[in-house]
Structure formats: C-alpha cells, structure tokens
C-alpha cells in the first residue's frame, strides 16, 4: 500500500466527514433557530401544498433569479444543471454493477462537464465585467469559481489527454466505501482532480455554498402566508402574555 | 444640509454605474438620551460598545432563523445589484442590497463563523470598529425595508431583516435614530405619532364632521372611545391632520356611514403606525401594537379596520394575531384585522355603495403600490389579493384609471424613497434621489396617458411624495388616498 493510497483514502474519509457532518450540523441549527414573526414574501401561497410547489420550483427552474436576471440565471442554472448531471455521472465509480440509469446518462454527463466550464466562464466574466458584481465580489467568490472550474477541467483533461486506470480507481473507492483498501493509480492529473473535490467537499459547510441547505429554510419561502388564520408563535413571540387577557374571558 | 441635484429622468430607466461614497454624508440626526431612554435603550454610546454589539448580534441571530439562513446564504451573485430604488437614486454601492447585508455580514462572519475567525481577509470578514459602526449608521438608514430585493433573490433574503436587526443593534448600544425613536416615546406616552391627547383629536374630528355637513348636508360621524360600537377603526395619526391623508379618513367615514356600520376611533390607540418596526426591536413593537388590543378590549368592539397605512398593516396583517392574539374576543366572520380597502371592497361587490364616478372626471389616475402592503401583506382571501382590491376599488371610483410599468407595480413596486423611518427632512437628499424610480414610471404615465392622480394607501407614500412631487416638477397635490377617491365619488342619503 503507497503512502499516497493512504494520504487519500483518509483524505476522502476526512472529507466526507466534514461534508456530511458539517451541513447535517447547520441544517441542524437552521432548524433549531425559532423564526418568530410571518415573513413570508408575498404573492406567498396560502396552504402548504402551495409552499412545496413554490420551493420546487425556486431550486429546480430558479424562478426569482429568472425575473431578476437573464445573464444570471442562465449561467448559473445550466452551471447546477451541468453539475448534477456530471455528479450522477460519476455514480459510476461508487456502484458495482453500475445502475442502468446512471449507465444511461454517461453521454449526458460527459458533455456536462463542458457546460458547467461555460457556465462558470459565463458567472466569473461577470464578477469582471459587472461593475456592480466586480464591487461585491471577495476573494473567496472568485477562488469559490477556480476551485469549480479546475475541478471540472481536471476532470476532462482524464477523459481527452491523460486517460487515468478508471478500473484502478473504481476499485479504490469501491475499497474505501467497503473498508477494504485498494491501490490508487497515481496519475498527476487524477491526483490533482481528486484533492480539489476533497478541498470543495471540505469547504462546503464553511462556506457560502450553504446556500444549498439554506435555501430549504429561508422563512421568506417557505412560509405559509396564512397570518391571520393560524396564530403564528416560536421563540420570544411564544413567550408573549397579555395582562388584558383576563378582561376577554 | 449640501445643496444636491435631483435626479434627471430619461426617456428609460437607466441602471447607474457604481460610485463609490456618493451617500457616504447621509446621517439622520442621532437621538440624544431624552429620546432612548424611554424606549429601553442607553442614551449614549456605552463604553466597550463594540464587544455589546457584537453580543447582541449573536443574540439576534440565534433568535431568528431569517438573520442565520440570510447572512450564511448569500452566493454574492448580483441579482439584487440593480433592485434597490435607492442604489438606483444615488448610483452608491453600498445602496446595493448585497452590499447593504455585507455591512453586517462581514461582522457576523468575523466573530461567528470559522471561514471569518481564521481567514477573515479571504471572506470579506471585518472587526467591528467605529468605521464600521458609522457605516452602518450612514446606510442602514437608506435602506426603506421595502423587501423589493428579496423578491428577486433566488434564496429569499431579505435586507429589511438585515437593517432592522443593525438598528436594534445600533440602539442596544445607545446610538439611535432621533426621528423614529422620538415617535415611538409618543406613542407610548400619548398614544400616537403625532402626540396628539385626546381632547384634541376630539376637537379635530368635530371640525370634521361639520366640514362633511357642510360639503355634503349629511351627518356623518366621526366617533371616539364610543363603546359598543362595532368596529374599532385603527388609522395613523396623519390621517387626522395631514393633506391628502385626511380625505382618505373622510372617505373612511362616509363608507361606514352609508353601509350603516357603527365604528368608532380611540384616544388610547389613536395611531395605527408602529415605528418600532422599522427600529427591528420587538418589545416596543409589542408595546405599541398592545394598545391596540387594550382598546378593542375595553371598547368592546366586534371588529377592527384598519386605515390606510404601509407598515402599520403590515404589522397588522402579518404580526398582530401573533403579538396581540389570539382575536377570539372578535367577530368570527370577519378577517381580525381588516383592511379598510377590504370593507369597502366587499360593501361594493354587494352593492351596498352608490358611487358616481362622474365625480372623479377631472383625473385621470394611476395606483402606487405601496411596499409594506404589497410586499409585507395581504388582502382578501387569494394570493396578490392586496393588488387587486385597491386597483377594484379605484375603478369603481373613477372612470379613468392606468397603471404604470408592470416591473414598477405588483410586488415589484418601487417604494417612495421616504419609508423604515427615513421620512424625515435631514435625510431629504436620500428621498428625493430615492424617489426617482417610481418618478420615471409615473413621468412615463403622465406623458402617454395624462395621468395627473397617483392614489396610494400608505401615510408615509402621501407625505413623501407631496413633498418629492415638486423635486420632479409635478404638483404635490397629485398625491391623493384611495378613500379620497371613494368620498368624491359616494352618494350619501337615501339609496336612489
């Protein structure tokens, strides 16, 4: 077993840990945070079958970022699109035998790692050319992209100049989900492709990709907008007494 | 106060490039202890300040789920850049709702994040110092809480959550605003805004009905502390005084006189605003809304309405059952609160009102949505309900109505430039610059259609715009309430 073998394989335990542990911690705290007042953003739905419409439609199709900017929303919608489909794509590493509809998609989440290097140039190209963007824009949101970007070119190079032991490799995770460690093939670009992923799973929690978990408990959204029907109440406004409350019987 | 420019419309909207520090000199006067006090906060600024606010903002943000998922979501993608009426006015980047948030964002970081303790550089972390504490000063006090960004931001933030909870911060450690402060003292020593006692607002209601008499030969009446009545009709105090707010309470009056509803006003709860929201603090926005639940309760009223006011039915739609409630000591059929647009409306659709709309003929009108209502609120029982009743109501009224721009209306209105506490003079450089987006929708109107009427249900939007009106060489008396519109048009008297 090579050192670099078990440099890695704790590596992506490390990661995995702090990806998992990490977002289940905020979502936890998200949860537990009270929200005490109706905030929801009107036109808001009135029942809660409403608000899982509203939601599925926010993070699948990005509606408001749609209304609010054509550039925008392009990019950054066939960016998530693209990594999804490049993500499902890489099911088959971590699958023996490989499920029929990830085998399916293999085409799909090839040429998605190609979109989602557009749609990154398109959102970086903005952070530049967007006086208004240029002016928000810290370090972490520009090096947020790089990390995205190289992770997908690192990716492609494998597929068109440095083909890596794809067997090898599956064989390695296949090792590290069973606890049966197995050789990794130790291509630079293969190397380089996996520390970047470990880096972004690390970062994630730590960072403002929690936009993921947070969209779901944004108060804004997923409020039912039923104020006057139900008595709202949770933390300090679920402690609220009226001394006049005798007087009503 | 530096002589400034007012903003040149064009032809179309134009999203301004960035430029830096163009508001940076914008401060509302600072509130001296005499105004704090009362409201629970230090009169000065307390020794080791930065550590309290720093405390409090921990506090604010365990306590609101809104606060933690707004400051960790952000993506800084931009969409809200070009949203704000404000940034759009003034061309600063710190009115660029992002940029607002960061201000506090960049603090929470520094002291409650990892990414913001150990890289504070990296993330756009920040100590917080006095440059700070002056910034937030200068720029949470240009932001309206028109909540206009947050419907265009994919994961819903909202800077008005954002600026309430830095100006409750700004007061816990003795640095507040002198204009909002001081009229929450008064409403909790007096009862309203205005500081107006009860012998007084007798006095003006009297006035009132001999003017509608005297207008119209009918009695109308303008009741106050009359128990047993059945509605308890809650109005900001600008209604008893103000031009054009006072037509609208005219108009109030004649709608409840002809549909024969007895009603009456309170001394106690004379005033619907509640400024405390603007100041994010809930222990006076509990306070003050508690006067309202005292007085329905020792008037024994079946019903409330409320006037016609942004933020106070904002707080009343959205907040009231929650901090007065539960309202079981009201009339079940009824919405508990109700807006007053929604009597009228109902009295309406059942023909309960004779209205001539000949009446209106000399004005041709448009709707200003106004922020609190459309974005804070809603009316009648379906979704985009506070769009349609008012818009309903105007048509019944008038025969020639128009509205402006579809992305300046709705829920995408664009606020007055004078709401969250701002509508005062040290900051009228920030109002009329802030005033500029709805200036070029209106303009647009007023060019194609001859529209020379913008109604609005808001006592803030009719004291802003009757004074920005003139900024943009249109008359301040443009401006006029809904319920104006209704009392033009009423026929009182046996129905013919």
């Known amino acids: ?249 | 106060m530096a002589a400034f420019e007012t903003p040149a419309l064009g032809e179309y909207p134009v999203i301004p490039l960035v430029r830096v520090g163009a508001m940076a000199h914008s401060k509302p006067f600072v509130a001296k202890a005499e105004f704090q006090k009362p409201l629970g906060f230090p009169g000065e600024l307390v020794p080791d300040w930065e550590k309290v606010a720093v405390t409090k903002l921990g506090e604010l943000v365990s306590q609101s789920r809104a606060l933690q998922v707004f400051l960790d979501s952000c993506v800084k993608c931009g969409a809200c850049t070009d949203k704000c009426h404000y940034y759009l006015g003034t061309s600063d980047p710190k009115n660029m709702p992002v940029a607002r948030q960061d201000l506090l964002r960049s603090v929470y970081r520094r002291y409650y994040t990892f990414a913001g303790k150990h890289f504070p550089k990296l993330v756009g972390a920040r100590d917080m110092t006095r440059e700070v504490l002056d910034d937030w000063y200068s720029y949470f006090h240009q932001c309206s809480q028109c909540r206009r960004c947050s419907v265009f931001c994919p994961y819903g933030i909202d800077t008005a959550e954002i600026s309430m909870a830095a100006r409750d911060i700004m007061d816990s450690v003795g640095l507040g605003q002198k204009y909002s402060n001081e009229i929450i003292g008064k409403v909790h020593k007096i009862g309203n805004n205005l500081g107006l006692p009860g012998p007084a607002l007798r006095n003006t209601l009297d006035g009132l009905e001999e003017d509608v008499k005297e207008a119209t030969g009918v009695d109308v009446r303008f009741p106050l502390d009359q128990k047993g009545a059945e509605v308890l009709l809650v109005t900001p105090s600008a209604d008893f005084f103000a031009e054009p707010h006072i037509d609208g309470l005219i108009g109030y009056a004649k709608v409840l006189h002809a549909a024969g509803i007895s009603w009456t006003l309170s001394s106690h709860a004379s005033e619907a605003a509640n400024f405390s929201l603007f100041i994010g603090n809930h222990d006076n926005l509990q306070k003050v809304a508690g006067r309202i639940r005292e007085a329905a309760l020792d008037l024994g009223v079946k019903r409330i309405v409320v006037g016609e006011c942004g933020h106070a039915w904002r707080v009343a739609y959205s907040f009231w059952n929650t901090l007065i409630g539960p309202f079981d000591f009201l009339d079940p059929r009824y919405p508990a609160p109700q807006h007053i647009c929604e009597v009228t409306h109902d009295l309406i659709r059942r023909g309960a009102l004779t209205l001539d709309k000949s009446a209106n003929d000399d004005k041709v009108v448009t709707f200003h949505d106004s922020c609190n209502v459309s974005r804070g609120s809603r009316m009648g029982d379906m979704p985009g309900g506070q769009f349609v009743i008012p818009r309903e109501i105007i048509r019944a009224c008038v025969n020639k109505f128009v509205d402006m721009a579809p992305e300046t209306i709705g829920e995408t209105t664009f606020c007055c430039g004078g709401g969250g506490g701002l509508l005062t003079d040290d900051l009228i450089e920030l109002r009329v610059k802030g005033a500029a987006p709805r200036m070029q929708a209106l303009q647009q109107v007023v060019e194609e259609h001859g529209v020379n009427y913008m109604a609005a249900i808001c006592a803030i939007c009719k004291s802003q715009f009757t004074k920005v009106l003139p900024y943009y060489q249109h008359p301040m008396d443009m401006i006029g309430s809904v319920h104006g519109l209704v009392s033009s048009a009423i026929v009182l008297g046996p129905k013919q």
Do not use: C
């Not at chain 1, 489909?85 to 085409?107: C, D, K």
């Not at chain 1, 100049?161 to 989900?177: E, N, P, R, S, Y």
């Not at chain 1, 197995?182 to 630079?188: M, S, Y």
């Not at chain 1, 006057?228 to 019987?249: C, L, P, T, Y």
């Open chain 1, 1 to 249: 077993m090579s050192a670099l073998t078990v440099l890695y394989a704790l590596l992506f335990y490390a990661a995995t840990a702090i990806l998992v542990g990490g977002v289940a911690y905020q979502s936890w705290v998200y949860a537990r945070t009270p929200q005490p007042l109706k905030i929801p953003i009107p036109p808001a739905p009135t029942t809660r079958q409403g608000v899982v419409l509203r939601m599925l439609v926010e993070v699948t199709l990005f509606r408001s970022l749609f209304r609010s900017n054509k550039w925008i929303w392009l990019f950054g919608w066939i960016f998530h699109v693209a990594l999804l489909a490049a993500l499902l794509r890489h099911l088959r590493y971590f699958t023996e035998p490989v499920w029929a509809w990830v085998a399916l998609i293999q085409p799909a989440g090839l040429y998605a790692g190609f979109v989602m290097l557009a749609g990154l140039a398109g959102l970086w190209a903005r952070r530049f050319l967007v006086d208004r963007v240029r002016y928000i824009s810290s370090p972490s949101d520009h090096l947020m992209l790089a990390l995205l970007a190289a992770i997908a070119a690192s990716g492609l190079a494998m597929k068109y100049l440095a083909h890596t032991d794809i067997v090898a490799l599956k064989a390695f995770f296949l090792g590290l989900m069973a606890f049966d460690w197995q050789e990794l093939p130790a291509d630079p670009v293969l190397l380089v492709h996996l520390a970047l992923v470990a880096a972004l799973m690390i970062v994630f929690p730590l960072s403002k990709l929690l936009h993921a978990p947070g969209v779901f408990f944004s108060p804004s959204l997923n409020q039912v907008d039923d104020a006057r029907e139900r008595r709202h109440a949770a933390g300090w406004s679920a402690r609220i007494s009226h001394a006049g409350r005798a007087r009503g019987g």
